[in-house]
Every structure is written in structure tokens, then in C-alpha cells.
């Protein structure tokens, strides 16, 4: 699941255990380790694991902080996740004579094992309830405002306590929408170097088109190893390698970091985003990608600046694909109504809770007015005004027009005390604008130029060429013209002429001119003001929501699993394949199926091998099971997971849902959504057969 | 310029000519051959053709029933067209062994010339002017449908005496919108033989990418020849061969029959296509061209059987991005606004013509009608029933659909007097009709599920998952599970079942069940209410547009062109280039730069070179001029028409206009709009030194 995962998160939530299908109980849920699903384990499977064993898998586990998930697969450091978790880190290593990402990579040696920079690796060591203490910070009387800052500063000081007794990076953990609190306390690992990695063409074999989909043939990892003190850390809990890999039916554990999902979203949320937001965001991809296609195929020079844009949308594209079918289905969508209809009934039934009610009322208001606001915010603002990938709102997309704004904001808000700044800049993100603002990544001016005209194009026919906004925007030239100006008119492609202006300050700016940063003042104006009225409306939902989840966990309890926020948890599931149109879907394919595959497409892009695969062939037993779907509950960040078998035992690890699971985010099914996963089995065999890493093979499979 | 003639024109109207350059006086007009713009050319280029050069060239020149242009260029009754004219014909001739579309064809003896089938060419031989007597028809007092049926009458009669007396094709031609009434009488030719084609990768060289652009390398022609008495015939006018090409500024001319043009909509009307149509169509076209190309991408066959969609959906999407382009260029804009206002006011200072305004009014109107009404129409009726890759109304895409469609309508309307029904099933229409619902066309299972789902989907996203229709019309079902049932559970792919339900009466057909029939009732009232409601706002802009269209004629008289109405036109022009985003786009281009192109794509497709090119590279004069851009006035339909000079001699062939030219559809701009060329000497050297043509070769050069 590339980029499946955003670093941005909206606030957790408690949700109802309700399963689409009424099959026995189904396996769902993202469970924190210190309130694992026991009973659920007990009553389905039989299986009741021991304290030592859920410590063991929680001590194993491993955060990416790129956003992904991993496990310690050897007592000498060694720790697996996924090619596309590390991709980043593959990319920084090279220059011009080396391309890891693209050609892979073997230390043989330690000597040769390569340190990453910017990579943090998280261990979770102990968890502690700190609700009361937090809570007990407020007091009867306090405005909501005070309480909210009494609640933040009894955080921060537990937080600062922890650090100093322990060491340990210790985050205060918001669950249940403010039902809990707790305490997550992490060992960290800043020494991390590579020891191997796949090509890229085998890790994300088949491309775009098998990107979300099953069967599958995908060797999607990348092997690290920890350091301390310049020698391999001694790893005490690690994953014994089972070279078996799972069998069908068996029951498998998955243990990593979702990101983020929003299970408690109102039906009425819900609806507008199947019927309003979804429909506009895939218009959005689509046209991008017609637009990256287009540009892409008449040169190889342009297929290269636009690679990066391309691959991000049809990501995009197939993931809200994939989750507005999901929408539209109407068992799904009875399972949703069955939900908020449980909780809606329970509610009106205790007098206490009675006025919840209109939470539900304000939010569909609130979306309402969100719904209205939407093409001005789009096109001016756009929800996420720093993050990867982001390209300018959608009518000014592009590199230039966001160094722009970002520049004249930075100067404006920099005047402001830092508590009133928009967020992005804030003191404590000062660090990643400028990472962002400075960056060398290479613009090209007629990619530039196509993006922009493009989009005030898109524009000028969502607001008609005659709003006057879109009028003072085009300057009296056609969309094409006005980009051409603007971006070689611009002196935003010069690092160092960003960086002067950073400096400068309000009156400095005020006297400063640029085309490209003028068309930013004169857009901010309205886009501030949209961006205030979304804001406005979010706030509004976000408080009616936690009103809904504390009724929530008043009635309930922690006896289910709180949303996902980027914090470990237990999943587990069954190995077993699933029925659509009528064709039954097995678990496992197998290498035999890959050299098919690549047969079948006479070895084209993306389902050419590598070459090293076509030469290995005959080294291969080509039966060995390659990947496999279980119905554990996982959503983006649970990238790079390992699966482990009743017996604590490695047996694979999870690199992609196919498109029936990009539903997972509002709600669990199991009629069809499935996780994907690497098979230990085919990672031992390529490593020995197709890399001749036996060394590093043998390291694994040691502690069999 | 494949696809870029439709079959389907609406009514000529009488346009001002008014170039948007103020340079000298532009290159405009499409203008009948009895009306040639001789003050023009003699003013700008003192040359005056005389009638002499103007009937040979008349003669020389020849129209295709599939929907193009071309010329005689022997004695001995040699055709030349674009590859893409001839395009059906080629594909018609396949079997299992031979695919003439792909690998081109040459006759190397008379015995050897391949007839076609369905393939009919008109040469337009005299006009006439009976514009007195249509009018005499119609008396005073009519009321005007009892007028239209009298003229209606007037032009059937005018037509019969001519075709019983000359034994010619007559056809009373509307121009000026009823301002005039011209008589066309024309030779038919329907014994027509296959000679020589290209290869399809050389005709259409560079595809998508380089489809409506220049610099260009296409060889995009086909040779055919005429019989009479199953002899070839022998031809007068026929084009001397100058095997040179023209020179840089040269004065051209370009005879051939442009399809349609509508260059006298009203502002409204533009408006109203520029902000809500275009972006429509456009936001249809990019969703469908993702859908297709991602279904590609996944396997050979796929691609095959996605081939001609995506192909149309592509030209498509690239000619409307160009007509919208054009229509935001504030310059085009300006002559637009300039144009109306000149006739408006001329309209107002004079009292006869006054109540002519109130005409501008209801087109307006009208056209906020349509505009409000389109979302029902265009998802459940859509414009054009029966066309060229008509694929069902947006909601409902697919064969089958399209099938249960008119097989429900055929039924329902033969029951109707002739005069009552939708003109699709008209008895004159019955051939036709016919024709598409016996076709053998291969139905594909996953592709129409594939196509139906997407449809579907975008249905529920347009009008909202629980809107009733969006309900009844999934019956519980998500949009894919209920394209599944529907396509798996539908006879009609049986063409003899097709058959069979087309002979029943209603009675029958009413007792008879088939889930896509079923679903074709079920949308048969709301989409006939939609199309009604079109219908009428369209007959109202039809009356208005006639209305202002006198007022015109009689402001301005015949001095001017009428709009194209796919009838023989003479358009002059200078071979020139232009200049894009500061650079000087040159007129010509060579073999040269064809072979580079190969090179910079590492012959990769849609840039590969048939292997013969890559054979016989080192037999050609690289610096032969290939093909060529000119600033005559062009659209859809003149592709394959001669390029003449002054000497009327064939110098170059019509097959395409850059994107800039898209604009032309409503106004004429020499800015940067240009007609694309193959060189004449282009022509002559690849039939001699890569296909070894050197009879054919010999037969087009025999008179120079």
C-alpha cells in the first residue's frame, strides 16, 4: 500500500465491534497489547496467549518513523519491513553511480552495511493508564478552552517525567476520542543501517495494475540492522524464522502501527463522502493522471520528472476507487446504519446521554457547511498544507506556488504571537517548513508550466472564466499564457532567493515583487478565508464527535479497541482466499505463478523481471509459496508488519490490502477484504537461490 | 484528425468573417466553389484563378461517404486519401492471415487492386442556385411548420427532376441557415480498389502524444483507384504531381469537404459550452481514458479489446482540451465578443431587423434549459443514439445496454405512423438501425462488467446513492455485483436472440423478460422525458439561430462564407510556421527528424518505425521534406484533401490541425491555428525507396 499511509491523523475514536458478515464472530479489530482480544481468541480459536508471549511480540515489533512497521528478526539487530517503507531511505543513498532503489542491495559484510539518515526506529517497552491523572488536571468550572489547555499541560508534564526517569521517549496516547489516556513509553534506535533490499521491480512487481489487487507477486522487503554504540544491538525479543510459512486456515497475528481510521464517522458524514467528497477527489486523480500519462508518454525525460506524481495518483485513484465501491455496497452500508443505530438507540435510552442526540445533528450541519465551502477551500487552500506529495491547492498546483505561499505566510505569521499562527507555522514546525522551503529538489519549467496551466484551466471551469477572482487570477491572458509567465517569470527556483526572503521581514516583503509571489498575495485573502470557515466547521465536528464517543464509552466501556493512531496493535486472522464474481480467490500464489505472470505479458513493464530472476530461474523450486491473504484487520501503517503464527513464529509480513479492504477504514469486513503478505518461505528461497545471500539467510533461519 | 469528423451536423449558418489577428487580412473562409474568394486573393496575393483553374480543381476533387476528403491524381482514376479516411475499408478487408490496417497494402498489378466494400466517392460536377424556387413554395399566411413542409417539398421535387434528368447524385444544400438554397450535383463512383496503404504505425506516428501536434512525421495516406464498367476510369481533372512539395510561404490552396463548422454561436452559447460543457466532457472522457488504460495495462488482451475506446476517448479528450483552450484565450474571446457585437448592432439601428434581438434572448434561455436538464439527459439518453462508438447514455455503458435499448424502442415505435417517431427508427433509419443491432461485434463479459460498473458507479455519484432512480435502477446491489448479474444474465449477446426479440410485436415483447431488456424499461420514461425536454429547448435555439442567421444574410448579402456543411470548399493559406512559448515552430519537417524521433524513444511504441523504415533508412534522402503546416482554414471532414498551388498542382495532403487549430470549430485564428500536411515529396520518395511502389510511383508522376 504505497502511500497508503499519511502522516496526518485526525483524533482517535471509540468504535463498536460490528462485522459486516454474521459468520461466527469475525476477526476484527486493531487491539492495543495491554487489552488484547482474549476472549475473542479464546471463544473462535481456542488460543489463550500467555503475558510472556504478547510481551515477546510487542518487544519484537518495530515503528518506522517513515510511517511504516517492522519486526527484530535476529539477535543481532536484524529487522525487516517493507521495500516501499524503506523507499526513501534507498532513494538518499544514491548518486549517480548508484541506484539502490531500482537495483537493490547486499552487505555481505557488516563492514558494508550502509547507515541511513533521518531514520528512527521505535520500540514499545511498557504501556500505563494515566486517565485519571490527566483528568483529574480539569476542574468543575473551567471553560472548555481552560480545560482543554489544563488537560495539555498535565500531558506534557507526564511526559517530561517519564523521559527524565526512564530515558525512554514516552507519548501520552489519546484513545477512545478522550476516553483514555495512556502512556506509551519507546526505546529508540537512530543507528540503522541497510543490509539488503530487493529491486524495486520485484518488490512492487506488476505496477499500477496489480497495485491493490490479488493473486499477487511481490517480494516486498528491505533488511535492516540496528546499532549501538557502533556494534549490532543485542536483540533479546526477536521473531524465530519459521521457513514453512503459514498453511490455509491457520490462525496468524499481525502486530504493527496502523496509522489512522475513522470508524466512528456519522452515516451522515459518511454520505457525503460516498456522494460528494470521494466523486471529487477521483475526478481530481483521474484528470491528473490523464494529464502525467499524457505528458509521460512523449518523452522518456518527461516520464521521469512526472514518475513520482504519477505513481502517487494512480495510488490514489485505485485506494478511493477501492474505498467509494466499498460505499456503495449495500451490505456494507447496512452494517454502517446497523452501527450508528445501536449506539443512536442506546443513547436515547439513558436519560443521562439523552442530549448526545444533537451531536449528530451538528455534524451533519457542520458537513453541510463544509460541503458548500468545499470548491473555494479546494481550489484556494486544500486540506493539507505540508505534507508528501502536496502540490499547491488545486488551482494553483505546483512547486512555485507553494514556495510562494509559504513564503509570504511564513513572513505574515512569524509577526504573530506563536500560539495564534496557522499550525504549519508554528515554532515546533519550524524544522519541516523549512526542510520543505529549501529543498533541492529539481524543478522543471515545462512540467511546471503544464501543471499550472492545467490547473487554471480546472480553475477557471469550475468558477466559469468570468468570476472575478478567476479574472484577477488569468491577468487578462489565457491559462497556458499566464503559466508561462509566471513560471519563468518567477525567482522562486533559486534556493537562495527562497531562503533571502524567508528573511526578509513584513515591510521588506510588502516592497519585494515576483509574479509568482504577488498571485500568492493576492489569493490569500480568500483563501484564508475559506481555509477559517473550514476550520471553523471541523471544529464544531470534532468537539460533537468526542461528545458521541464519550456517550460511547459510557456505555460500553474499553471492551473494544479504540481507533488506530500510529500505535501498535494486534490484529489476527485466518489464511484463507475469498469468492469474487463467482471465481474462488486461493490464499497462496507461488513463484511458479510469477514467472507466468511475466510470460503472459512477454515480460513487459511492470511485469518484466529483474534479470537477475530470469537467470536464477532453474536454482528455484518454483512451488514455494510466494504471497498470501488473511482476513486480519489492517489499514495503511501497517506496512512492513510481521505475521506470526500461534508459536510466536515469523511466517510472513504484510505489504498491501487488496481493493476490497480500502473499506477498512469506516468499517471491518471480511467477506472479501484481505490483507497481503510476503510468505517467509519465498523470502528464504530468493535470498538463498536468487540473491546467493546465505549469509544473510542463514542469520535468519539460525534460531529455527 | 481521426474521429474529428462527426456524421452528424446541425443546420449551416451564415457566419462574419473577422480573423482575430489584425495581421494584413487572414487566410479565412471555407468558401464555396461558386462563391471563391477572388477579391481576397487578388488583394493579399494578386492571383486570380480563373474559372478554368477553379472547375479543374473542382473536379479533381472528391468527397468520401466515410466521411473525408481526396483528389484524383492520374489519368487512369488514382484517389489519395489519409490512412485514417480509409481506415474502415482497411479493417474490412482483414481475415485471420491478412491485416492490411497494420501492415499496409500495395497492388503491384491492376489485378491485384482490391475492391471495397460500402465505399462510395462523389465529385461534385455543378452548382446551381435555386434559391428563388424554395421560397416560391412557401406563401403567405403558412404557418411556419406548414412553410417548412412546403420547402421540404420544393427541395424533394428540385431534387428528383435533377437526378432523372442528369442521372447525377442531386442534393439541395441549406446554406446561409435557409439565407440560400443551392443545387449540388455530383458523379458517383462506386466501384473503388484498394492500390497501396501504409502501415498504420507510419500513418499514425506517434499516436496519442503526437496526435494535434506539431513538429510532426505521419505518412498518413491511402491510394485507391475508380473503375467504371470494371475498367479504371479515365479521369480529365485530374492533379498534375509536383514532387518537390511547396516552399516556405508559399500561397496554397486546400479543396475538400469540412465536415462542420459553428461559427455563429452566440456568446451564450459559448459561454455556456466553455464553463460547463467542455469541462464536462472533458471530466467523461479523462474517467474513461483512466478506466481503459488501467484495464490495458493488465494484460495484451485487455489491451486489445480496449483498443478503439480508448483511442476515440483520447482523440477526443485532446480535441476538447484544445477547444477549450482556445475558448479561454481572452484574445479569442475578444473576437468572439467583437463578432457578436457588430451584428447586434447592426441588427438594432435597423427597424425591419429590431425584433431580431429578442432572438440572442431566447437562446439564452433555451440554453439555461439545457444546462439545468443535462445531468438526466446526458446519464440516461445522451446526444447521439446511433454513431460510431456509441456506447449506451453515460449511466448505462455498454453493447448490451445499448441493445435492450433500441430492441425495446424498436418495438415501441414501429407501432407509431412513421412521421411520430424518433427519427433513429424512421423507416429511413432502418437500415442502419439494423446494421447496429445484428452486428457480430465480440461482446466481452469483464469488459462490459468493467465498463458497466464504472458507469454505474458514476450514476450513484452523480445523482446520490438514494435517489430513488440511482436505487431501482441497482435494485440492492452494489454497482458491480449488479453489473455482473445484469451482463452474465442478459441473452442478448445471441445476436439470433437479437433478432428474435426485434420481430416481436408489442404484445410480446411485453410478456417477455431478460434482465438488461427489463433495465431498459425500467429508464425508458425518464430518459424519453429528458430527451423531450432537450428536444424542445433545442427547436427553439433552432428557430432563434435562423432568425438571426436572415437578419445577417440580409445585413450582409452572400459576401461572405457559409458554415461548413460537409459540401466542396476552397480554403487558401501561406505555408508558415508559428511561435509557441517563445520558440519558432518551423514549417516543415523531415525524415530526418523522424528517424531522431525513433531514436530519442528508443523506437518504443507509439514512436517504433515498421521495420521497413528501419530497413530502407539508408535508401532515403534524409532531407526530404515530410510533412508541413499552412494557416488555410480547416476542420473536421477536409482530412485527405489536396494541397494545390498557384499551378494547381498536388503538393501535399490534409490529415490533420495542431491543437491550436481546435479552436476553428467557432472562429477562425491564424495566431497559431495550422492545417498539417504530408508532403508530396514525402510521397513520392518513400513509394520508391521504402515500399518499392515504383509503378505507383511512376503512374503519379507521369505528367508533371
Same mark, same amino acid.
Given at each position: 500500500?504505497?502511500?497508503?499511509?499519511?502522516?496526518?491523523?485526525?483524533?482517535?475514536?471509540?468504535?463498536?465491534?460490528?462485522?459486516?458478515?454474521?459468520?461466527?464472530?469475525?476477526?476484527?479489530?486493531?487491539?492495543?497489547?495491554?487489552?488484547?482480544?482474549?476472549?475473542?481468541?479464546?471463544?473462535?480459536?481456542?488460543?489463550?496467549?500467555?503475558?510472556?508471549?504478547?510481551?515477546?511480540?510487542?518487544?519484537?515489533?518495530?515503528?518506522?518513523?517513515?510511517?511504516?512497521?517492522?519486526?527484530?528478526?535476529?539477535?543481532?539487530?536484524?529487522?525487516?519491513?517493507?521495500?516501499?517503507?524503506?523507499?526513501?531511505?534507498?532513494?538518499?543513498?544514491?548518486?549517480?553511480?548508484?541506484?539502490?532503489?531500482?537495483?537493490?542491495?547486499?552487505?555481505?559484510?557488516?563492514?558494508?552495511?550502509?547507515?541511513?539518515?533521518?531514520?528512527?526506529?521505535?520500540?514499545?517497552?511498557?504501556?500505563?493508564?494515566?486517565?485519571?491523572?490527566?483528568?483529574?488536571?480539569?476542574?468543575?468550572?473551567?471553560?472548555?478552552?481552560?480545560?482543554?489547555?489544563?488537560?495539555?499541560?498535565?500531558?506534557?508534564?507526564?511526559?517530561?517525567?517519564?523521559?527524565?526517569?526512564?530515558?525512554?521517549?514516552?507519548?501520552?496516547?489519546?484513545?477512545?476520542?478522550?476516553?483514555?489516556?495512556?502512556?506509551?513509553?519507546?526505546?529508540?534506535?537512530?543507528?540503522?543501517?541497510?543490509?539488503?533490499?530487493?529491486?524495486?521491480?520485484?518488490?512492487?512487481?506488476?505496477?499500477?495494475?496489480?497495485?491493490?489487487?490479488?493473486?499477487?507477486?511481490?517480494?516486498?522487503?528491505?533488511?535492516?540492522?540496528?546499532?549501538?554504540?557502533?556494534?549490532?544491538?543485542?536483540?533479546?525479543?526477536?521473531?524465530?524464522?519459521?521457513?514453512?510459512?503459514?498453511?490455509?486456515?491457520?490462525?496468524?497475528?499481525?502486530?504493527?502501527?496502523?496509522?489512522?481510521?475513522?470508524?466512528?464517522?456519522?452515516?451522515?458524514?459518511?454520505?457525503?463522502?460516498?456522494?460528494?467528497?470521494?466523486?471529487?477527489?477521483?475526478?481530481?486523480?483521474?484528470?491528473?493522471?490523464?494529464?502525467?500519462?499524457?505528458?509521460?508518454?512523449?518523452?522518456?525525460?518527461?516520464?521521469?520528472?512526472?514518475?513520482?506524481?504519477?505513481?502517487?495518483?494512480?495510488?490514489?485513484?485505485?485506494?478511493?476507487?477501492?474505498?467509494?465501491?466499498?460505499?456503495?455496497?449495500?451490505?456494507?452500508?447496512?452494517?454502517?446504519?446497523?452501527?450508528?443505530?445501536?449506539?443512536?438507540?442506546?443513547?436515547?435510552?439513558?436519560?443521562?446521554?439523552?442530549?448526545?442526540?444533537?451531536?449528530?445533528?451538528?455534524?451533519?450541519?457542520?458537513?453541510?457547511?463544509?460541503? &458548500?465551502? @468545499?470548491? !473555494?477551500?479546494?481550489?484556494?487552500?486544500? +486540506? #493539507?498544507?505540508?505534507?508528501? /506529495?502536496? $502540490?499547491? =491547492?488545486?488551482?494553483?498546483?505546483?512547486?512555485?506556488? &507553494?514556495? @510562494?505561499? !509559504?513564503?509570504?505566510?511564513?513572513?505574515? +505569521? #512569524?509577526?504573530?504571537?506563536? /500560539?495564534? $499562527?496557522? =499550525?504549519?507555522?508554528?515554532?515546533?514546525?519550524?524544522?519541516?517548513?523549512?526542510?520543505?522551503?529549501?529543498?533541492?529538489?529539481?524543478?522543471?519549467?515545462?512540467?511546471?508550466?503544464? $501543471?499550472?496551466?492545467?490547473?487554471?484551466?480546472?480553475?477557471?471551469?469550475?468558477?466559469?472564466?468570468?468570476?472575478?477572482?478567476?479574472?484577477?487570477?488569468?491577468?487578462?491572458?489565457?491559462?497556458?499564457?499566464?503559466?508561462?509567465?509566471?513560471?519563468?517569470?518567477?525567482?522562486?527556483?533559486?534556493?537562495?532567493?527562497?531562503?533571502?526572503?524567508?528573511?526578509?521581514?513584513?515591510?521588506?516583503?510588502?516592497?519585494?515583487?515576483?509574479?509568482?509571489?504577488?498571485?500568492?498575495?493576492?489569493?490569500?485573502?480568500?483563501?484564508?478565508?475559506?481555509?477559517?470557515?473550514?476550520?471553523?466547521?471541523?471544529?464544531?465536528?470534532?468537539?460533537?464527535?468526542?461528545?458521541?464517543?464519550?456517550?460511547?464509552?459510557?456505555?460500553?466501556?474499553?471492551?473494544?479497541?479504540?481507533?488506530?493512531?500510529?500505535?501498535?496493535?494486534?490484529?489476527?486472522?485466518?489464511?484463507?482466499?475469498?469468492?469474487?464474481?463467482?471465481?474462488?480467490?486461493?490464499?497462496?500464489?507461488?513463484?511458479?505463478?510469477?514467472?507466468?505472470?511475466?510470460?503472459?505479458?512477454?515480460?513487459?513493464?511492470?511485469?518484466?523481471?529483474?534479470?537477475?530472476?530470469?537467470?536464477?530461474?532453474?536454482?528455484?523450486?518454483?512451488?514455494?509459496?510466494?504471497?498470501?491473504?488473511?482476513?486480519?484487520?489492517?489499514?495503511?501503517?501497517?506496512?512492513?508488519?510481521?505475521?506470526?503464527?500461534?508459536?510466536?513464529?515469523?511466517?510472513?509480513?504484510?505489504?498491501?490490502?487488496?481493493?476490497?479492504?480500502?473499506?477498512?477504514?469506516?468499517?471491518?469486513?471480511?467477506?472479501?477484504?484481505?490483507?497481503?503478505?510476503?510468505?517467509?518461505?519465498?523470502?528464504?528461497?530468493?535470498?538463498?537461490?536468487?540473491?546467493?545471500?546465505?549469509?544473510?539467510?542463514?542469520?535468519?533461519?539460525?534460531?529455527?
Amino acid at each position: 500500500m504505497p502511500n497508503g499511509f499519511r502522516r496526518f491523523f485526525l483524533g482517535p475514536v471509540f468504535v463498536l465491534a460490528i462485522a459486516i458478515d454474521a459468520s461466527a464472530v469475525a476477526d476484527e479489530g486493531m487491539w492495543p497489547f495491554n487489552a488484547p482480544p482474549l476472549k475473542q481468541l479464546k471463544e473462535k480459536y481456542q488460543f489463550e496467549p500467555t503475558p510472556q508471549w504478547l510481551d515477546h511480540l510487542q518487544k519484537a515489533s518495530v515503528r518506522f518513523n517513515s510511517g511504516g512497521s517492522g519486526s527484530f528478526v535476529s539477535a543481532n539487530g536484524l529487522v525487516i519491513t517493507n521495500h516501499h517503507v524503506a523507499a526513501d531511505c534507498l532513494q538518499k543513498f544514491g548518486d549517480e553511480q548508484h541506484n539502490y532503489l531500482r537495483d537493490g542491495f547486499y552487505a555481505k559484510t557488516q563492514s558494508e552495511e550502509k547507515k541511513c539518515v533521518d531514520l528512527e526506529l521505535n520500540v514499545l517497552e511498557s504501556i500505563e493508564d494515566v486517565t485519571a491523572r490527566v483528568n483529574s488536571a480539569v476542574k468543575s468550572g473551567m471553560s472548555s478552552d481552560a480545560a482543554a489547555g489544563a488537560r495539555r499541560n498535565a500531558i506534557a508534564q507526564i511526559e517530561k517525567e517519564s523521559k527524565e526517569k526512564t530515558g525512554l521517549r514516552s507519548d501520552v496516547v489519546t484513545l477512545y476520542q478522550g476516553g483514555a489516556y495512556h502512556l506509551y513509553r519507546y526505546k529508540r534506535y537512530d543507528d540503522v543501517r541497510l543490509v539488503f533490499a530487493t529491486e524495486q521491480q520485484i518488490a512492487f512487481y506488476g505496477g499500477d495494475p496489480d497495485n491493490f489487487e490479488y493473486p499477487r507477486f511481490d517480494l516486498d522487503i528491505c533488511i535492516f540492522r540496528v546499532y549501538e554504540n557502533g556494534q549490532p544491538a543485542k536483540i533479546d525479543n526477536f521473531l524465530k524464522w519459521n521457513s514453512r510459512g503459514p498453511s490455509n486456515v491457520e490462525l496468524t497475528f499481525v502486530s504493527g502501527s496502523p496509522g489512522k481510521t475513522d470508524r466512528q464517522l456519522t452515516l451522515d458524514e459518511l454520505a457525503d463522502t460516498r456522494d460528494r467528497y470521494l466523486p471529487y477527489v477521483l475526478r481530481m486523480f483521474n484528470r491528473r493522471e490523464v494529464l502525467e500519462l499524457s505528458y509521460s508518454a512523449r518523452s522518456f525525460g518527461n516520464a521521469r520528472k512526472a514518475r513520482d506524481d504519477l505513481f502517487g495518483d494512480q495510488n490514489n485513484r485505485k485506494r478511493y476507487d477501492g474505498y467509494l465501491a466499498g460505499l456503495l455496497d449495500p451490505q456494507t452500508w447496512s452494517a454502517l446504519t446497523a452501527r450508528e443505530q445501536k449506539l443512536r438507540d442506546a443513547i436515547a435510552r439513558d436519560p443521562k446521554l439523552r442530549s448526545t442526540t444533537a451531536a449528530y445533528d451538528r455534524i451533519k450541519n457542520a458537513q453541510a457547511e463544509i460541503a &458548500k465551502n @468545499a470548491p !473555494l477551500y479546494n481550489y484556494l487552500e486544500q +486540506e #493539507r498544507p505540508i505534507t508528501i /506529495g502536496y $502540490r499547491g =491547492p488545486r488551482a494553483l498546483s505546483g512547486n512555485l506556488f &507553494k514556495y @510562494a505561499r !509559504l513564503l509570504i505566510r511564513a513572513v505574515d +505569521e #512569524r509577526a504573530k504571537p506563536n /500560539g495564534e $499562527r496557522i =499550525p504549519e507555522f508554528r515554532d515546533s514546525a519550524r524544522e519541516s517548513l523549512e526542510l520543505e522551503l529549501f529543498s533541492t529538489e529539481p524543478i522543471y519549467d515545462d512540467y511546471e508550466i503544464l $501543471r499550472l496551466t492545467d490547473s487554471l484551466t480546472d480553475f477557471a471551469s469550475q468558477f466559469a472564466a468570468n468570476d472575478p477572482l478567476v479574472q484577477k487570477v488569468l491577468a487578462g491572458k489565457s491559462p497556458h499564457a499566464r503559466a508561462v509567465e509566471l513560471v519563468t517569470g518567477t525567482k522562486l527556483k533559486d534556493v537562495a532567493v527562497r531562503k533571502d526572503i524567508y528573511g526578509k521581514d513584513a515591510a521588506a516583503l510588502q516592497a519585494f515583487h515576483d509574479p509568482m509571489i504577488d498571485l500568492a498575495r493576492l489569493v490569500d485573502g480568500p483563501a484564508r478565508d475559506a481555509r477559517k470557515r473550514y476550520d471553523a466547521q471541523e471544529e464544531i465536528k470534532k468537539q460533537a464527535y468526542s461528545e458521541i464517543a464519550k456517550a460511547h464509552f459510557a456505555i460500553e466501556g474499553a471492551s473494544s479497541y479504540p481507533d488506530a493512531t500510529f500505535t501498535l496493535r494486534l490484529s489476527y486472522g485466518t489464511v484463507r482466499g475469498y469468492e469474487q464474481d463467482g471465481k474462488q480467490i486461493p490464499p497462496f500464489t507461488d513463484f511458479a505463478g510469477l514467472y507466468q505472470r511475466s510470460v503472459e505479458h512477454d515480460n513487459k513493464s511492470p511485469f518484466d523481471l529483474p534479470q537477475r530472476w530470469i537467470d536464477k530461474k532453474a536454482n528455484l523450486n518454483l512451488a514455494t509459496h510466494f504471497n498470501f491473504v488473511s482476513d486480519a484487520d489492517i489499514i495503511g501503517g501497517n506496512s512492513g508488519s510481521p505475521v506470526v503464527n500461534k508459536a510466536n513464529e515469523f511466517v510472513g509480513i504484510i505489504f498491501d490490502g487488496n481493493i476490497q479492504s480500502l473499506v477498512l477504514d469506516c468499517i471491518f469486513t471480511d467477506k472479501q477484504a484481505r490483507a497481503v503478505s510476503v510468505d517467509s518461505a519465498a523470502i528464504i528461497e530468493a535470498l538463498r537461490k536468487v540473491y546467493g545471500a546465505s549469509g544473510l539467510a542463514d542469520e535468519l533461519e539460525s534460531a529455527k
